[in-house]
């Protein structure tokens, strides 16, 4: 428990909705704004700068002149690395209210707020400072007369569009090695989540990264998105967001400039567990906790589990002997671990899933409707539904919520194929105790990310990216630079 008094804190919490662009907090050069609530209580939060077009066309002219003028590019790695330090450090400074913004703005429960999303963003921040001045480039084997340099350079003019789920995390995913390799940034928040983003511009500025580095423009995916996908001067867009918004990504990035287009997109991730799994209560806590963190709006959520049949009724008794512990609860409660669904349009969503899979037959075992309504915020039970086909839609599309669907299976390589059967590729979990039959189900399953008796894992220092339609890039890692930098080759005479 961190003694914070958080209501009281969100009721004098000052919250900024301007843009920020080369420096500086502005309008929207069209005037207008948006109002941004929160789910926690439907309470309006602040007005957010509606970017356009003309607001686009400002911050890449900002980012341009930075990056022209060699105010960040032409630092030596070593300064970089101070700033970013400084920037992860104020972050941390700053703990408490990029918590907050954060928790108000998207739903999710303080205490994960501040232990999960501020700590993990800093440290990615800090890592990409930290790593920058350690990597070194290569000579590649040359002939007598000459040496051959591979050097990589930074790409240039960097657009990044973050989705609202860890919308400072995703946020920090971007600006890390994005900055650190030293290309200039303009940032577009999710228009559902976009807070902690403006707050973060503010102390990167204060940190030392110079103005026009780092641009944030809020806005909605259709007038600043779009904008930032067709523009001429964008060299990289780094997307995270929806299957569907990043092949329009892709298209954009195609029909203008050819900029590269990378994308992180969305998931939907099988966890088998078979009998011979080496610890029962390990993988039911695996399942139920990673399902149910975030609400269920996270793009590697366990939502497909697979357990073999012989030990489905024991799986399922200890399952739903958890489940109540993730009732929902006030989200500004350190105590609670399930907060509020990020908006109206997610809620109706997530609400029309659990109504098809009762529809197509499934049977509903806990959860299955809206939850603390006299809240005025926007709240979900967490959701079992056994008995899923895979033909159904709650087995097949992506959910974004508390929903798990449980499928029994007798045969392994059968749970594999069924595991496989799908458009995405983003993570996925076998459990058992015989590690060869681990290493085999691990090599079959196409998911970026495989997990063997245990689910959630994850370090900076690893790659985090999807097979298939999950996307085309890695975010995390040293091989995150391999998106925002060139490789170039100097051929000298000697
Ligand atoms: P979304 O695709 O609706 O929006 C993502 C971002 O794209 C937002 O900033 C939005 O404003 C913008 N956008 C929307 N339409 C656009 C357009 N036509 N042109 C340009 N920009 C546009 O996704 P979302 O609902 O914000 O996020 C949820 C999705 O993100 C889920 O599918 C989830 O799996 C995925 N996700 C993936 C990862 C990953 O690392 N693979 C991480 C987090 C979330």
Same mark, same amino acid.
């Given at each position: 428990m961190s003694g914070t008094d958080w209501p009281a804190y969100a009721a004098r919490l000052e919250i900024k909705g301007s843009a920020f662009i080369g420096g500086e907090r502005c309008d929207a050069r069209s005037g207008l704004r948006f109002d941004c609530m929160s789910p926690v209580d439907g309470r309006k939060l602040a007005e957010v700068a509606r970017c356009g077009v003309a607001d686009v066309d400002a911050a890449v002219a900002a980012a341009r002149a930075a990056f022209e003028d060699r105010r960040w590019a032409g630092k030596a790695p070593a300064e970089r690395k101070r700033v970013l330090v400084r920037?992860?450090?104020?972050?941390?400074?700053?703990?408490?209210?990029?918590?907050?913004?954060?928790?108000?703005?998207?739903?999710?429960?303080?205490?994960?707020?501040?232990?999960?999303?501020?700590?993990?963003?800093?440290?990615?921040?800090?890592?990409?400072?930290?790593?920058?001045?350690?990597?070194?480039?290569?000579?590649?084997?040359?002939?007598?007369?000459?040496?051959?340099?591979?050097?990589?350079?930074?790409?240039?003019?960097?657009a990044a569009i973050i @989705?609202?789920?860890?919308?400072? =995390?995703? !946020?920090?995913?971007?600006?890390?090695? %994005? +900055?650190? $390799? &030293?290309?200039?940034?303009?940032?577009? @928040?999710?228009?559902?989540?976009? =807070?902690? !983003?403006?707050?973060?511009?503010?102390? %990167? +500025?204060? $940190? &030392?990264?110079?103005?026009?580095?780092?641009?944030v423009l809020p806005g909605f995916g259709i007038e600043a998105g779009r904008a930032l996908g067709l523009?001429?001067?964008?060299?990289?867009?780094?997307?995270?967001?929806?299957?569907?918004?990043?092949?329009?990504?892709?298209?954009?990035?195609g029909q203008s400039n050819l900029k590269r287009a990378w994308t992180e997109l969305g998931g939907k991730s099988a966890n088998i567990v078979c009998a011979d799994c080496p610890d029962l209560d390990a993988a039911v806590s695996a399942a139920i906790g990673s399902?149910?963190?975030?609400?269920?709006?996270?793009?590697?959520?366990?939502?497909?589990?697979?357990?073999?049949?012989?030990?489905?009724?024991?799986f399922l008794e200890r399952a739903l002997a958890l489940v109540p512990r993730f009732a929902p609860g006030d989200p500004l409660d350190e105590k609670t671990v399930m907060g509020a669904i990020v908006d109206q349009v997610q809620m109706k969503s997530v609400l029309g899933y659990i109504e098809s899979g009762k529809e197509e037959g499934a049977r509903l075992l806990a959860g299955g409707a809206a939850a603390r309504e006299e809240s005025g915020g926007l709240y979900v039970a967490p959701t079992l539904f056994d008995g899923v086909r895979?033909?159904?839609?709650?087995?097949?599309?992506?959910?974004?919520g508390p929903v798990l669907s449980v499928l029994a299976f007798t045969d392994l390589d059968e749970a594999v194929r069924q595991a496989n059967a799908t458009p995405y590729g983003l993570a996925a979990a076998v459990w058992t105790a015989d590690m060869s039959r681990a290493i085999r189900t691990a090599r079959a399953l196409r998911a970026g990310t495989v997990h063997v008796n245990q689910y959630d894992n994850d370090d900076i220092t690893v790659p985090f990216g999807g097979y298939k339609q999950s996307g085309n890039g890695r975010d995390k890692s040293l091989h995150a630079f391999d998106k925002y930098t060139e490789l170039k080759t100097t051929w000298i005479q000697v």
């Open positions: 920037f992860a450090d104020l972050m941390l400074q700053h703990r408490d209210e990029l918590a907050l913004l954060e928790t108000l703005d998207m739903g999710k429960p303080i205490r994960y707020s501040l232990s999960v999303d501020v700590q993990l963003a800093q440290n990615c921040i800090r890592w990409y400072g930290e790593a920058v001045d350690k990597i070194y480039d290569q000579v590649a084997p040359s002939p007598e007369d000459s040496l051959a340099l591979v050097t990589r350079e930074p790409v240039g003019v960097v @989705p609202w789920n860890y919308p400072m =995390l995703m !946020a920090a995913w971007k600006i890390g090695p %994005a +900055l650190a $390799a &030293g290309n200039s940034l303009v940032l577009k @928040p999710s228009e559902k989540a976009p =807070l902690s !983003a403006l707050r973060l511009a503010e102390l %990167a +500025l204060e $940190a &030392g990264v110079p103005p026009g580095v780092f641009n523009h001429m001067d964008v060299d990289c867009i780094a997307f995270t967001g929806s299957t569907r918004t990043g092949k329009q990504i892709v298209q954009m990035a399902i149910y963190f975030n609400q269920g709006e996270s793009c590697n959520a366990p939502s497909r589990l697979f357990v073999e049949a012989s030990i489905k009724d024991a895979q033909d159904m839609r709650i087995a097949r599309e992506e959910i974004f």
